[in-house]
């Protein structure tokens, strides 16, 4: 598996570890997270970014190995608008004249910092990400949610805005995964650890096991 490769299997041209094609500065993207689409994926920034104007310094970051589905949307700060004031019309992006805007109304812009989705995220399709937001490793966001706050790691949300679901795994084995980091190892390591990655039979003494633990540094 060569993460320099947009398609990683020829035979699939609508999977693509889109981190080859993104070119943006404050758009960072992990190592071999895939994007579906039935699109060009040289669009992804056009088509699934949007509001996201460099002067006001906000970044995507997505983590390593996770899967987005079609039609995502990453809205960044730029979609806020000062309710604040008496008019909510965006004349600090519109308007080409730094004589009628200054510093002060550039700075009482709403801005929620960084979006950052961490690491093994499933996203589903036609999911819309509000500004700011923060998705905790190995969370799974259903298809078509608008989601609106943080996702802690491990949880399954779902919904407009998104709701809990459950969460995948129990606190002391979420604490253990997220301790082992396993997304960080080296490539081979991951491949040859594969019986316990894909295994939906999740137990400590295995995840624990000397092999395993001596991998993580836990």
């Not at 709403?110 to 999911?127: A, C, F, L, M, S």
């Not at 092999?211 to 993580?216: E, M, R």
Request: charged share 25%; proline share 3%; glycine share 6%.
């Amino acid at each position: 598996m060569n993460k320099d490769e947009l398609f990683p299997n020829k035979s699939l041209k609508n999977i693509c570890f889109i981190k080859n094609v993104v070119n943006g500065k404050n758009v960072i993207v992990g190592d071999y997270t895939y994007y579906n689409t039935t699109k060009d994926p040289h669009d992804f920034e056009k088509d699934c970014i949007t509001y996201h104007y460099e002067f006001l310094k906000d970044k995507l970051i997505i983590g390593k190995f996770c899967s987005l589905g079609e039609n995502i949307k990453f809205l960044m700060n730029a979609a806020n608008h000062n309710f604040n004031a008496i008019s909510t019309y965006p004349f600090t992006a519109i308007l080409n004249d730094s004589n009628k805007i200054n510093t002060k109304h550039l700075n009482e812009l709403p801005n929620k910092g960084d979006t950052v989705i961490g690491n093994d995220v499933w996203i589903g399709e036609n999911v819309t990400i509000l500004p700011g937001v923060h998705i905790g490793d190995g969370a799974i966001i259903g298809a078509n949610s608008v989601v609106s706050k943080n996702v802690k790691p491990y949880t399954v949300v779902a919904g407009n805005p998104i709701k809990e679901i459950r969460k995948r795994f129990t606190d002391e084995q979420i604490e253990v995964l997220e301790k082992i980091k396993w997304w960080d190892w080296d490539i081979d390591k991951i491949l040859n650890n594969l019986d316990v990655i894909l295994s939906s039979d999740i137990k400590l003494d295995v995840i624990l096991s000397s092999d395993i633990k001596k991998l993580a540094k836990i």
